[in-house]
């Protein structure tokens, strides 16, 4: 698949380092039946570039890339009050001498809190130019089209990013971070039985599975939904792949059944802590000194360690997380992932 035509910024120098976790994989075996589990490993897009970097660097590079190619002075994106995407995205912005504003979606109610920590006060300090707060279940495209309504209104040019970064274009950020993985797999000699990672707005997911068929990796990808059940999730996520693919002009039909997502791990809600969250954030943290972060990678790594405790990998599978970042809302989150806060 031929990324190079895409026009691109670069906002990490190289590939994300691909590790083995061999402490982690130990404590997990005790677990598993008969005491034997997956061989684990993590691909660190923890690392990635616009430091605290994460999955959405990755699709920004083709997203923005497309904004100074249509002469956008302005990015206009959206998410929740932790949105790891709005922080990455601000962060692109300000590197590229463009202005950036949000609408924030607060879906838990009260849940905007403007002296907030975490992302919330990186936003202020990396200097967002507006926000709009709206309710839950609102209409967040056109939400943002009224802020880039209102920007053309005053003779400038923004340019709208949907949400978690998640169209065609974004999602070819995962297909080369799936080539990227093809290249490093190669060169240590290494293959994976399969890899697990949280599925969202659903770019990562979809564009690594694109990623994936249109290079012919057979490796099954597992989901781990963080805010929806699979019913929900698999369409989101199969659409993704099918739009990627489509704008690559691999003329290939996504297989229904390469979709796979996990539901039950989410809840009680998109970014409230449950049980499993904790115990996997702590985990990661005290056997391999790695930040997960509570709204994602801790759900999907909870997901990971439930199914090995069922005895859903074969013994000695090898199991690749990605890491897909979100370190600033840990800081959020402290007292719920030191166990200090009780949970709701
Ligand atoms: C956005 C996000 C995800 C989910 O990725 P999608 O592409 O939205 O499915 C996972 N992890 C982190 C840390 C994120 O910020």
């Not at 599925?199 to 694109?210: E, N, Q």
């Not at 056997?287 to 509570?294: I, K, R, V, Y």
């Not at 759900?299 to 370190?327: C, N, P, Q, S, Y």
Request: charged content about 20%; aromatic content about 6%; some cysteine.
């Amino acid at each position: 698949m031929d990324l190079s035509r895409f026009p691109r910024r670069i906002y990490t120098p190289g590939p994300t380092p691909l590790e083995p976790m061999p402490r982690f994989s130990a404590a997990l075996a005790a677990q598993c039946p008969g005491g034997r589990g997956p061989e684990v490993w993590v691909k660190r897009d923890d690392l990635l570039g616009l430091f605290p970097g994460g999955n959405k660097t990755r699709k920004l590079e083709f997203l923005v890339a497309a904004a100074l190619a249509e002469g956008a002075d302005t990015l206009v994106t959206c998410g929740a009050p932790q949105s790891n995407h709005c922080r990455i995205t601000l962060a692109a912005a300000v590197k590229e001498g463009l202005k950036c504003r949000f609408v924030i979606e607060e879906r838990v109610a009260g849940g905007y809190d403007p002296k907030g920590n975490g992302n919330h006060f990186m936003f202020r300090l990396l200097g967002v130019e507006a926000i709009t707060v709206v309710p839950a279940g609102s209409d967040m495209g056109k939400a943002m089209k009224e802020v880039a309504d209102a920007l053309a209104a005053e003779g400038r040019k923004a340019y709208v990013i949907p949400g978690g970064g998640s169209n065609a274009l974004g999602g070819l950020g995962y297909v080369a971070c799936a080539q990227e993985l093809q290249q490093q797999c190669f060169e240590l000699g290494v293959s994976f039985d399969r890899v697990v990672v949280g599925s969202g707005s659903s770019g990562t997911h979809g564009g690594l599975l694109a990623g994936f068929l249109g290079g012919n990796v057979a490796t099954p990808i597992v989901g781990i939904g963080t805010s929806r059940d699979p019913a929900d999730q698999e369409p989101l996520v199969h659409r993704e792949a099918q739009a990627v693919l489509d704008l690559l002009g691999v003329r290939l039909t996504v297989p229904r059944e390469a979709v796979v997502t996990i539901g039950g791990w989410w809840q009680p809600k998109y970014s409230v802590p449950n049980a499993p969250m904790v115990e996997a954030v702590q985990m990661l943290a005290r056997s391999e000194g790695l930040l997960l972060d509570p709204v994602y990678t801790g759900k999907a790594m909870a997901g990971l360690i439930g199914l090995a405790r069922k005895g859903r990998f074969g013994a000695g599978e090898r199991v690749l997380f990605l890491h897909t970042g979100g370190l600033p809302s840990l800081f959020a989150y402290a007292g719920t992932v030191l166990g200090d806060t009780p949970l709701a």
